[in-house]
């Protein structure tokens, strides 16, 4: 679905690049991820590849067209939801989705359909400009799946959202996959990328340092930490060992045995762990 081959890009008037020598390739029904903290050139690949940013090095294909000679058509086929969703305000919410489907040549899903599924069903006929940011959030992401696009570019599509409303654009964007839609996903949010995601690349500085399924990224890093707590006489003490090592610690074999272990729980790596052991960065 996309192929990006050594690919640098450097903004009018900057002296340096934002993107250095970027290479991957992104499957059909893939949900891939781009991680990393604000400013690592997260939303420039995106730009890039949705053809906004055409005055790159390096080849960038997108439905086997190199993006720089896009026409019209490419964007029959992609749906883009940006972190802050820009809308007419004046406009309703159903006038704003009616505009946005006349300009496809295909036929779109029903506006008020799709309103319903984010919640926005009795704020069809309220302008935007009276919207929360969550609801434009909902309403921007809609907006990108309403003319039933290949392929989905959502930056940060649950910024902004309460838990409930979050969980509802996740299984939304869960279901594109299950229809067979590839999805790029642009965030900072480790959490939304883990559940996501199929695959994650790590982006600081404009540079890609790691690429992989997230499992895989937070297994072949480090060892899993175990802790557990024991009783000795009316106090309560704690122990650490490596999940490896647990076997021949001699005294967690002294506590389980003698039957003082109160509790035990290992210590899952997240992304974020795994992000900052491998780049040495936060994502935040």
């Known amino acids: 679905m996309i192929s990006v081959d050594n690919v640098f890009f450097k903004y009018p008037g900057s002296k340096t690049d934002t993107i250095h020598g970027v290479s991957f390739k992104v499957n059909q029904g893939e949900i891939f991820g781009f991680l990393g903290p604000s400013g690592a050139g997260k939303s420039t690949l995106q730009k890039i590849l949705t053809g906004v940013l055409r005055d790159y090095r390096g080849s960038v294909r997108v439905f086997e067209t190199e993006v720089k000679d896009r026409n019209n058509l490419f964007y029959e086929n992609i749906g883009v939801d940006f972190e802050f969703p820009n809308f007419y305000g004046k406009f309703t919410a159903l006038e704003n989705l009616n505009y946005f489907a006349s300009l496809y040549s295909r036929k779109t899903i029903d506006p008020m359909q799709l309103l319903e599924l984010v919640g926005l069903h009795n704020d069809a006929d309220k302008k935007v400009i009276n919207f929360s940011k969550g609801m434009k959030m909902r309403l921007g992401f809609i907006r990108s799946i309403l003319h039933d696009p290949k392929l989905l570019f959502l930056d ?9 409303n979050a969980r509802t654009i996740k299984d939304m964007i869960l279901e594109q996959k299950r229809l067979g839609k590839t999805v790029i996903l642009t965030t900072h949010n480790m959490h939304d990328a883990e559940e996501l995601c199929d695959r994650v690349a790590f982006i600081v500085d404009g540079e890609i340092k790691a690429l992989d399924a997230p499992l895989a990224l937070r297994k072949h890093i480090r060892d899993k930490e175990v802790k557990y707590a024991y009783s000795q006489g009316e106090k309560v003490l704690e122990g650490t ?9 001699k005294d967690f074999i002294r506590i389980l045995n003698n039957g003082s272990l109160t509790s035990i729980h290992s210590k899952e790596q997240t992304l974020e762990d795994v992000f900052i052991e491998l780049t040495g960065r936060c994502l935040h």
Do not use: W
């Not at 940060?156 to 409930?164: C, K, R």
């Open 241 to 249: 060992t490596l999940l490896s090592k647990l076997h021949n610690d």
């Open 156 to 164: 940060e599509p649950t910024s902004g959202l309460d838990p409930a």
